[in-house]
């Protein structure tokens, strides 16, 4: 079992551009959750999918999508990036959704660097 | 809205000795309480969660918590650390029918110095 992995590990970018992010669930797992954790700061969820759809939210802009594919996969957008954009960002996967008890299975995130 | 404290945001402490990694949160309704383990570079791993029943939790590399619902607390201890515990400590909480949306706390990096 490969676990959740995500891609690209590392990535830099520069104000105004746009980036996608991409992370494949933990097998057995439907739900893909994304986190954004800035340094020295713990993660900050962004949103979560289920069955294709964005299921929650957390305070992000608009600038912050995302998708999930049939497979359970799931991409992240960010448009317009900011300096403030900077940060690691983590996929959790789990199975399910409506109950807060399942665990999350995190991926070892992709660092975003904003120039 | 519920939110996440870990008032020590550093905790040096020597080889073999015991250690304490504080966790309060706030919350409106029912939660259930979790700590996550960060090692350098990586992703955050499970150490251990309470969801019911006994308040006390344990993982298997002899950390240990306990759920205080009158101090709102979810404080983690291990009487005897290793240089292998040097990590990032993260304490999080989701609320009970509510999806998965865990908030986490500031983090408390644990240095074991030999």
């Known amino acids: 079992d490969a676990g959740v992995t995500q891609s690209p590990t590392h990535l830099i970018k520069t104000r105004g551009q746009q980036v996608t992010l991409r992370c494949s669930p933990k097998?057995?797992?439907?739900?893909v959750s994304w986190y954004q954790q800035a340094l020295g700061q713990g993660p900050q969820f962004i949103f979560q999918?289920?069955?294709?759809?964005e299921r929650q939210r957390g305070n992000f802009p608009d600038r912050f999508s995302g998708h999930q594919f049939p497979n359970y996969s799931s991409e992240l957008n960010v448009n317009a990036l900011l300096l403030g954009d900077s940060a690691l960002y983590l996929c959790?996967?789990?199975w399910g959704t409506g109950q807060g008890s399942n665990e999350q299975f995190f991926g070892p995130g992709t660092r975003l660097t904003v120039l | 809205a519920q939110s996440v404290t870990q008032l020590d945001s550093q905790v040096p402490v020597f080889e073999e000795a015991p250690v304490e990694l504080r966790c309060n949160y706030s919350s409106s309704v029912s939660v259930y309480l979790f700590w996550y383990v960060q090692y350098p570079n990586q992703g955050l791993q499970l150490l251990l969660k309470?969801?019911?029943?006994?308040?006390l939790v344990e993982s298997i590399n002899g950390f240990e918590a306990e759920f205080n619902k009158s101090q709102t607390s979810f404080h983690l201890r291990k009487p005897s650390v290793h240089i292998s515990d040097t990590a990032e400590y993260f304490c999080a909480v989701s609320e009970r029918n509510y999806g998965q949306n865990f908030v986490f706390g500031p983090g408390t990096r644990l240095s074991v110095l030999p």
């Open positions: 999918y289920y069955e294709e759809e």
């Open positions: 309470y969801l019911s029943g006994s308040t």
């Open positions: 097998s057995g797992h439907d739900t």
């Open positions: 959790a996967s789990s």
